[in-house]
């Protein structure tokens, strides 16, 4: 099982603030190595998707909206630990509950235009990024 593998969504709201160059830099001054990245913009059958698990919340509207906004940045990350390691780099999913210093205090807007998605598992981490990049497209 890959284990030092996670994969990110700089989510539309941080293109659309011309976000995504800082945060980049902080990913990879934490130390993860960016092995595919790409711009896409999802279709809203990707985005429910990508988001079943929480189809039956009462955001799951909002979310797939916000989602197909615009355009966003996919990217597998490697490091140590990764999926671990970068859930702690971006913080809580609520930027207000956000330690100093993560992405989502640094860069969020809300708890639902949260700047950044990062996997929550080994397994989602493959099946996420796996969706998205072939393997010509991962170094
Ligand atoms: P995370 O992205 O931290 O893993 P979740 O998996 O719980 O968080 O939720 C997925 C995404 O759905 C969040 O990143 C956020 O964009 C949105 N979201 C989660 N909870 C809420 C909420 N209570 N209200 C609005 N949007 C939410
Ligand atoms: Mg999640």
Known sequence: MITNRTFTMLKPDSVEKGNVGP????ITAAGFKIIAMKMVRLSRADAKDFYAIHKDRPFFNDLVEF???GPIVVAILEKENAVEDFRAL???TNPAEAAEGTIRKLFATSISENAVHGSDSNENALIEGSYHFS???VF
């Open 23 to 26: 945060i980049i830099e902080k």
């Open 90 to 92: 971006i913080g809580a």
């Open 135 to 137: 393997g010509r497209e």
């Open 67 to 69: 989602m197909v906004r």
